[in-house]
């Protein structure tokens, strides 16, 4: 196959990634800490319509990522406030959330926008548009590694590498900081970290919180860096991908990376071969085929190629004293 | 004379409808060990809750050193130098005894220099007392005796002068026991006071200079251990005469009713836990099965009752033999004559939010007694509940009442009528007194000895060696999912002990 070819999937993996890799991320926060969020989805989806509204109003990518920030981590305190303070069923709440999104961010994008539940094109001016690293187009001619740098890890909004820096970023909070060690306890074994003084609900809280900054930042990602506005359930289902991809990472944010970037880059692979024929036989691929393909892959991948993912131990079970 | 280490005043607590604590007063001497004990929702955990900032006391003060303290929170007993070693250990499994230890006083936002404070430390208690443990092994790695040893020193790093221990020896074996209680002289030797919460009164005879009898929420009395004597307390803590000792004559073995043979049953990880064992029941005999929790007894209860398909071997059940890897099912075994009363009642034995007639029923529900059919004539059930209530002396003896809301003795008594009311001819018991009373305890021995000496068969496990000693007429020791040797029960505690810790009787003779 064409090397240019090879660079473009990569390419396009990386872009892909993103998004599931930040939403992994933020799912990896609030599980740790016991809380399992079923609701990423619903959150990128409501952030993407907060990204893509704000930014058409202000004029401002920025303003348009913070809108969707504040709007992820309202969306976990909600779900916080349901599954940590009233102790209800973690899992019906994200599920509500799910649907509370698809439904409201469809029906206030047809009611505010009239473009089919769409909100406006935005101009360069108000998204996240490419970067050209320094010294990519200087190195774009020396032989391999030039179209690597240039190619491949230059040329990305900036969301894209704060998704791939919040990785080693992610492992020093979990294993090197004091917050990660009460973090990493509270989803194994509340109990210990109540009897050593320190308040589960807070920590709970700044789990689900951290989840809501990162699914602002995936759903900040596909509707003003990836796209330039917000269409409905333009998530379709990344927020899911992302909780498989969690549990290949077996809850490790360097294995997030990995996982991440395989279901991104079998996203990537689908492209190019739409519309391609199967060698000898004449066949057209399915498009269909090719777009299930991750999908298929999780379902595979989780009926045991990954070994024994053990969930935080606590997860998904509200924290009452004993009586 | 030196302040008390800790006093409690006119503590009083109430969960709901329910007085845990009435009105208690406890004096705690420096440099002591002090026992407190009391039978199941005597008060004596809520109290020592209480102490540790767990719980907050609706009346009442606490005095540290004399001094008059607010506890709010753990943090604040532990800045009063309290620390508590918890019935199940608070340790977060996955992590380090390091972790473990540094957890809640990392001191600082990074982690670094609290752990190489920790590990100084660590050092040194080790030194000083019987306290060696690995700082970088995974809790899961370590026995629980080391589990609990890291729990010793979390509360010893965080500077506890007065360390409460709750139930401590219910999981270790009586030479971890032992080990433990010569920590204990040492922590006192050193001057820090110790509160052990404990129903073994022989511990308390053991090690303790004063023990406090707490009932129904009351303290009843503080007594200087060496004036008393079991029967004084066990009388204080019933508020009755009680039998400490099982009264039983000689067994008089008749036919094999059960044999099992070359018995292995695999975990799901394919990890043999009953591993090649073989063994046999005659009429009219207690075997009892001695072991650490956790060596493969409830796994092997499992095999045999059918709730667990076993990896091989056989079992031969009234001359009839049943082969455990394909036929395991547990209503046969129930028709054929076995009879299970399951070591968890709660996670295997009852339907806590059935009424109780339900349950005392269940698995012989099918019968035509209850009902022709389909039909499950409540009427009938709940006749024939009563009847069996009276048999067994459940309490309250009402057959509408939601099984969750009688006590621990009572619901194991329900399970009891249920499995020996139709007179099996092999009758499994597991765990039959774990967080029984000792009234409803002296019951349920003798209605085991009586089935006994009525012909039966009865397989008994328990991690409670006094109870195998004294209920059983053999001894079979279970050791990491093996036999590991037969002895008579009059059998020395200590002998018993090494072979559940996995000395071999030919090592042990050596």
């Known amino acids: 196959m064409d090397l240019a070819i090879v660079y473009s999937i990569l390419d396009s993996s990386v872009r892909l990634t993103a998004p599931i890799l930040l939403a992994c991320l933020g799912g990896l926060y609030s599980e740790r800490s016991g809380v399992f969020d079923i609701g990423i989805e619903g959150k990128m989806l409501f952030s993407a319509f907060a990204a893509g509204a704000v930014a058409w109003h202000s004029g401002s990518a920025w303003l348009g990522l913070g809108a969707a920030v504040l709007v992820g981590i309202a969306f976990s305190l909600l779900h916080g406030y349901a599954s940590i303070t009233q102790r209800g069923n973690q899992i019906i709440s994200g599920v509500a959330i799910n649907f509370l999104a698809a439904g409201l961010t469809a029906l206030l994008g047809k009611a505010w926008y009239g473009q089919g539940g769409k909100t406006p094109q935005l101009a360069n001016e108000a998204r996240f548009t490419s970067l050209t690293l320094p010294g990519a187009d200087a190195v774009k001619d020396v032989p391999f590694l030039g179209p690597l740098y240039s190619g491949i890890v230059s040329g990305h909004s900036i969301l894209v590498y704060v998704a791939f820096f919040a990785v080693p970023f992610t492992w020093w909070v979990l294993f090197r900081t004091r917050f990660g060690l009460r973090l990493r306890a509270v989803g194994e074994n509340p109990a210990a970290v109540d009897t050593a003084g320190i308040s589960v609900v807070w920590l709970r809280y700044a789990g689900v919180t951290i989840c809501g900054v990162f699914a602002g930042l995936a759903g900040a990602y596909l509707a003003i860096a990836q796209s330039a506005n917000f269409a409905p359930n333009m998530s379709a289902g990344t927020g899911f991908i992302a909780l498989a991809a969690l549990i290949f990472a077996k809850w490790n944010p360097v294995g997030a990376l990995g996982a991440t970037f395989l279901f991104g880059f079998l996203q990537a692979l689908a492209i190019p071969l739409q519309g391609a024929q199967i060698p000898g036989l004449g066949w057209q691929v399915p498009v269909q085929a090719i777009t299930a393909s991750p999908y298929i892959l999780t379902v595979i991948l989780l009926a045991g190629f990954i070994g024994k993912a053990i969930p935080p131990k606590a997860g998904g079970v509200a924290y009452v004293k004993e009586r | 004379m030196a302040e008390p280490a800790i006093e409690l005043v006119g503590i009083d607590k109430r969960f709901g409808p329910v007085h845990a604590n009435k009105d208690i007063n406890l ?483 050596e």
């Open chain 2, 27 to 509: 004096v705690v001497e420096d440099g002591t060990i002090h026992g407190i004990v009391g039978e199941n929702g005597a008060g004596k955990s809520t109290l020592m809750s209480i102490l540790y900032g767990f719980y907050h006391a609706d009346k009442g003060e606490i005095k540290v050193a004399g001094k008059p303290v607010t506890i709010h929170t753990p943090n604040d007993a532990i800045a009063a130098g309290i620390g508590m070693v918890h019935q199940h250990f608070m340790l977060v499994e996955n992590f380090t005894v390091l972790e473990n230890v540094i957890l809640g006083v990392e001191g600082g936002r990074l982690l670094k220099g609290g752990e190489d404070r920790a590990r100084a430390q660590l050092k040194k208690l080790a030194e000083d007392y019987d306290l060696d443990v690995d700082p970088d092994a995974l809790i899961e790695d370590l026995p629980v005796g080391l589990q609990q040893r890291v729990e010793i020193l979390k509360a010893l790093t965080r500077g506890a002068e007065t360390l409460i221990l709750d139930e401590p020896t219910g999981v270790l074996t009586p030479a971890e026991a032992d080990h433990l209680f010569r920590i204990l002289g040492q922590l006192k030797a050193q001057g820090k006071t110790i509160i052990l919460i404990t129903h073994k009164l022989r511990e308390i005879m053991a090690i303790t200079d004063r023990v406090s009898v707490m009932r129904r929420g009351e303290m009843v009395a503080t007594l200087q251990t060496a004036r008393t004597d079991p029967e004084e307390i066990a009388e204080l803590m019933v508020g009755r005469r009680v039998l400490l000792e099982v009264d039983k004559g000689p067994a008089k073995p008749g036919a094999e009713r059960l044999r099992v043979e070359g018995l292995t049953v695999v975990d799901e990880w394919g990890v043999a836990r009953v591993d090649n064992v073989s063994f046999s029941v005659r009429d009219g005999e207690i075997v009892g099965i001695a072991g650490v929790s956790g060596n493969g007894q409830s796994e092997l209860m499992e095999a045999l009752s059918g709730i667990r398909k076993a990896k091989s071997g056989r079992i031969v059940l009234n001359g009839e033999t049943i082969d455990p890897v394909h036929e395991a099912d547990p209503a046969k075994m129930r028709q054929r004559g076995m009879g299970h009363v399951p070591e968890d009642r709660h996670h295997l034995g009852l339907v806590l939010p059935f009424e109780e007639s339900e349950n005392i029923i269940l698995g012989y529900h099918r019968r035509d007694a209850y009902g022709k059919g389909f039909n499950l004539d409540p009427d009938l059930v709940r006749a024939d509940a009563r009847r069996m209530n009276e048999k067994f002396d459940v309490r309250p003896a009402n057959e509408k009442l939601k099984t969750a809301n009688f006590s621990g003795g009572n619901q194991q008594k329900i399970v009891l009528a249920r499995e020996m009311d139709g007179e099996p001819a092999m009758l499994l018991v597991g765990q039959p007194t774990r967080g029984v009373d000792i009234g409803a305890i002296e019951f349920i021995h003798k209605q085991l000895i009586a089935l006994r000496d009525r012909g039966k068969a009865v397989l008994l496990v328990s991690v409670e060696l006094d109870e195998i000693r004294s209920l059983a007429d053999r001894v079979l020791v279970m050791f990491a999912g093996r036999i590991v040797g037969e002895v008579p029960p009059e059998t020395d505690e200590g002998d018993i002990g090494l072979l559940m810790a996995g000395v071999t009787q030919k090592e042990a003779a």
